[in-house]
């Protein structure tokens, strides 16, 4: 079987982190596995197809310029007639957009999408319109959370098309927790038992981390890490300042990878605005870390409320506040929740379970058993 997912990306993150972990397990699994990218002229999105191609995955590009336009369609319809696909399966906007119409052009068997956010743009003209004529070309679409398989109703997706399938991480061993708290603290010139929580995210205001500098500056003594980078970044490093809390309000820039620093912190806030899963949340829980998250999106269906973390309205800082509170205060909940969250995923999202139910969902395409 044959499967090429296409994807347009200007970089790494959730969807195209979650496709690292994904694709090499699928083709351990006997799946001959291709990707078609939809190349930025610019040169974005380049680190990706190297790290697919690490793998020895094969990629094929297609270059563009800007957001592209339905004169895609051709050039991705001659990409696959040639790589001559069982399956084709498109991720993000403009793989849904010219993707689709261009398996479908060229006589793919089966077109498969997979939903990693819940934009709200889809919902809104003139994309609502254009989508209606884009269901009907598609067989399945994978939803990475029940959250954006909902929104997807909203949007007008047929609800016997989706299917959802959670995020997995592959399983692993956790980082040394005494290392890295204390190098973490070392770096940030703090005392050794300083109680310090974190962010893991891109800095945009969709994710909130306004609300997390707010909370903490609420907390005596408790510092904030924010790793990532952003639009915002400027702007978050200016609340710190107004709230008189610089120095208590690290921005630590990307990290890769994550896990040591997720491994120092005593939980992570997750406040996003909106969310369709949030991997970050499950990096955290692997190592046993307790998080606080909103609880909008995707947040509900990975943290269990009062067991793996706490669960608090999204945008509310004196709730955050609360919660922060509440975990800096008591190290044995702290290690109760953390245990819990690492348990957890262990059991329900792992890289395996992922690609497993994928792998099942194409042979059930193949067989004509999950489509109506």
């Given at each position: 079987m044959r499967v090429v997912h296409l994807i347009k990306t200007d970089g790494i993150a959730g969807a195209e982190a979650h496709l690292l972990v994904l694709l090499p397990l699928?083709?351990?699994?006997?799946?001959?596995?291709?990707?078609?990218?939809?190349?930025?002229?610019?040169?974005a999105g380049a680190d990706f197809a190297e790290a697919v191609?690490?793998?020895?995955?094969?990629?094929?590009?297609?270059?563009?310029?800007?957001?592209?336009?339905?004169?895609?369609?051709?050039?991705i319809a001659r990409a696959l007639r040639k790589l001559k696909p069982d399956i084709a399966h498109a991720h993000l906007f403009h793989a849904e957009l010219w993707g689709?119409?261009?398996?479908?052009?060229?006589?793919?068997?089966?077109?498969?999408?997979?939903?990693?956010?819940?934009?709200?743009?889809?919902?809104?003209?003139?994309?609502r319109t254009v989508y209606r004529g884009v269901w009907p070309m598609i067989d399945v679409c994978v939803c990475i959370s029940n959250s954006v398989r909902r929104a997807a109703v909203v949007e007008g997706a047929p609800d016997r098309k989706l299917r959802t399938i959670w995020y997995g991480l592959p399983v692993k061993p956790p980082e040394n927790r005494a290392e890295a708290r204390a190098a973490l603290r070392a770096e940030l010139g703090l005392a050794p038992d300083a109680p310090v929580f974190g962010t893991l995210s891109r800095l945009v205001a969709i994710?909130?981390?306004?609300?997390a500098i707010r909370a903490v500056a609420g907390v005596p003594g408790v510092h904030l890490a924010a790793a990532g980078d952003g639009p915002e970044r400027d702007a978050l490093v200016n609340l710190a300042a107004e709230l008189n809390v610089s120095d208590r309000v690290h921005v630590l820039g990307w990290r890769s990878p994550a896990a040591p620093v997720l491994a120092g912190l005593d939980g992570l806030l997750a406040p996003s605005q909106r969310e369709g899963f949030g991997l970050s949340v499950l990096e955290a829980m692997q190592q046993g870390i307790p998080v606080i998250a909103s609880s909008a999106g995707a947040h509900p269906e990975t943290v269990v409320d009062g067991y793996t973390g706490l669960l608090v309205p999204a945008g509310d800082a004196d709730a955050l506040r609360r919660a922060v509170e509440s975990l800096?205060?008591?190290?044995?909940?702290?290690?109760a929740m953390g245990e819990a969250g690492r348990a957890r995923v262990e059991r329900e999202f792992t890289a395996d379970r992922m690609a497993d139910q994928t792998l099942a969902l194409y042979q059930d395409l193949g067989s004509g058993k999950a489509v109506e």
């Open positions: 699928l083709a351990r699994r006997g799946v001959d596995v291709r990707v078609l990218f939809i190349a930025p002229v610019s040169g191609e690490s793998h020895g995955i094969a990629v094929d590009r297609i270059p563009i310029r800007g957001h592209g336009s339905p004169a895609l369609i051709p050039a689709v119409p261009a398996a479908k052009l060229v006589g793919v068997p089966r077109v498969v999408i997979s939903r990693h956010n819940d934009d709200p743009r889809r919902r809104r003209q003139p994309l994710k909130g981390i306004d609300t800096a205060g008591s190290v044995s909940l702290r290690q």
